[in-house]
DNA sequence: AAGGATATCAACCGCATGGTC
DNA sequence: GGACCATGCGGTTGATATCCT
């Protein structure tokens, strides 16, 4: 604030502070911005404002800007490469959401830090355990992860062309290659982050996913008549999941009688899934979960957000029975 | 169809940090 | 060195949409 601005008097300020809008962006004041923006660059944002005759604080206008106006900003759903990256960034610098955000081009820390509280705290607070606890930990990271990564190797191999998987270019068919997050990448960031004696998440060096690079193309996942109609509403991202789906999407893959059979993905090895001493123990409260099957499983294949399913409670119980807790 | 419950997300708030004068 | 300011970050709120009964 300049000179003259601070020795206004109080009874100004107070004036211009009632003057200030709030609330909802109009159109108008998001084509003002961005105009301005386009012939004078960002930054110095509360003399933006100002100059650009815009009745909002600076805080105001860079949020806007760069949630919702900046041009690389990636709006639509959340693809299951980025969950998977989310899971595990949180799970690795926990609600460092703008550091989160630098990993998932396109996306706000905003966006992320949303759908963390909407798609992820949501399930803890249902399990009746605490987002940050051990607990919920391990079953994302020795349920939901793994389950995430078979997806989108699923949703790769019957997708990704060979050209892009062999040449592992990191070129986006959406045209954007700064904008795919590549499970090869995911891949690089994870591989040494498992405990490797248990086996769990430590995937193989190569091939591990079907392809070196598949991620260089969109990954798209293989929609299923209950979330079809939803992804063909979608915008243009290929590679999205319904608004509805999330991290249990997949469950809509074909079961057989057995659900343990169909889930382990690939480095996976089913022995392998006996869970560390103590890891699925007491803390999750299955009756209640029970109580709440109906809501779990009801949604049948739109399984929206839900991170478990029957079978997931079969999984989880089998393993209580396995470890005798 | 209506009303309540729940989910989603844009926007705001307060605080911390770093730069400039 | 301290005051002031801009910016960035994480937490929270509130409006709206959607779902459920």
């Given at each position: 604030?300049d000179?003259?601005?601070?020795?206004?008097?109080?009874?100004?300020?107070?004036?211009?502070?009632?003057?200030?809008r709030?609330?909802?962006?109009?159109?108008?004041e998001?084509?003002?911005?961005?105009?301005?923006?386009?012939?004078h660059?960002?930054?110095?944002?509360?003399?933006?404002?100002?100059?650009?005759?815009?009745?909002?604080?600076?805080?105001?206008?860079?949020?806007?800007?760069?949630?919702?106006?900046?041009?690389d900003?990636?709006?639509?759903?959340?693809t299951?490469?980025?969950?998977?990256?989310?899971?595990?960034l949180?799970?690795?610098?926990?609600?460092?959401?703008?550091?989160?955000?630098?990993?998932?081009?396109?996306?706000?820390?905003?966006?992320?830090?949303?759908?963390w509280?909407?798609?992820?705290?949501k399930?803890?607070k249902?399990?009746?355990?605490?987002v940050?606890?051990?607990?919920?930990k391990d079953?994302?990271r020795?349920?939901?992860m793994?389950?995430?990564?078979e997806?989108i190797?699923?949703?790769?191999?019957?997708?990704?062309?060979p050209t892009?998987?062999?040449?592992?270019?990191?070129?986006?068919?959406?045209?954007?290659?700064?904008s795919?997050?590549?499970?090869?990448?995911?891949?690089?960031?994870?591989?040494?982050?498992?405990?490797?004696?248990?086996?769990?998440?430590?995937?193989?060096?190569?091939?591990?996913?079907?392809?070196?690079?598949?991620?260089?193309?969109?990954?798209?996942?293989?929609?299923?008549?209950?979330?079809?109609s939803?992804?063909?509403?979608?915008?243009?991202?290929g590679?999205q999941?319904?608004?509805?789906?999330?991290?249990?999407?997949?469950?809509?893959?074909?079961?057989?009688?057995?659900?343990?059979?169909?889930?382990y993905?690939?480095?996976?090895?089913?022995?392998?899934?006996?869970?560390?001493?103590?890891?699925?123990?007491?803390?999750?409260?299955?009756?209640?979960?029970?109580?709440?099957?109906?809501?779990?499983?009801?949604?049948?294949?739109?399984?929206?957000?839900?991170?478990?399913n029957?079978?997931?409670?079969?999984?989880l119980?089998?393993?209580?029975h396995?470890?005798?807790?």
């Amino acid at each position: 604030m300049d000179v003259k601005g601070r020795n206004r008097s109080s009874a100004i300020q107070s004036e211009d502070e009632m003057d200030l809008r709030r609330g909802p962006w109009t159109d108008d004041e998001d084509f003002t911005l961005i105009n301005y923006i386009a012939n004078h660059g960002e930054g110095r944002w509360n003399s933006l404002a100002r100059c650009a005759g815009l009745k909002r604080t600076g805080k105001s206008c860079r949020l806007r800007w760069l949630n919702y106006l900046r041009p690389d900003v990636r709006r639509g759903n959340i693809t299951l490469e980025e969950q998977l990256m989310i899971l595990e960034l949180h799970s690795r610098w926990g609600n460092r959401w703008s550091k989160i955000a630098q990993n998932l081009p396109g996306r706000t820390d905003n966006e992320i830090k949303n759908y963390w509280r909407t798609r992820v705290q949501k399930h803890a607070k249902q399990l009746k355990c605490d987002v940050n606890s051990k607990q919920f930990k391990d079953t994302m990271r020795y349920l939901w992860m793994p389950r995430l990564v078979e997806r989108i190797q699923a949703a790769a191999g019957s997708t990704a062309t060979p050209t892009a998987a062999a040449t592992g270019n990191g070129t986006s068919s959406a045209g954007s290659s700064n904008s795919t997050i590549t499970t090869n990448n995911y891949y690089h960031l994870n591989n040494n982050n498992l405990d490797a004696h248990t086996g769990q998440m430590v995937l193989p060096p190569s091939g591990v996913l079907g392809h070196r690079d598949f991620g260089g193309a969109q990954v798209t996942p293989s929609y299923t008549p209950e979330n079809s109609s939803t992804a063909a509403s979608s915008d243009s991202y290929g590679a999205q999941i319904s608004p509805l789906s999330d991290l249990t999407d997949y469950y809509n893959i074909p079961v057989n009688n057995n659900p343990s059979q169909d889930y382990y993905p690939v480095g996976y090895p089913e022995q392998s899934l006996t869970s560390p001493p103590g890891y699925f123990n007491n803390g999750l409260d299955f009756q209640a979960m029970e109580q709440n099957n109906n809501q779990w499983t009801l949604d049948g294949g739109d399984t929206s957000d839900n991170l478990l399913n029957v079978e997931d409670m079969w999984f989880l119980q089998q393993q209580l029975h396995n470890n005798n807790i």
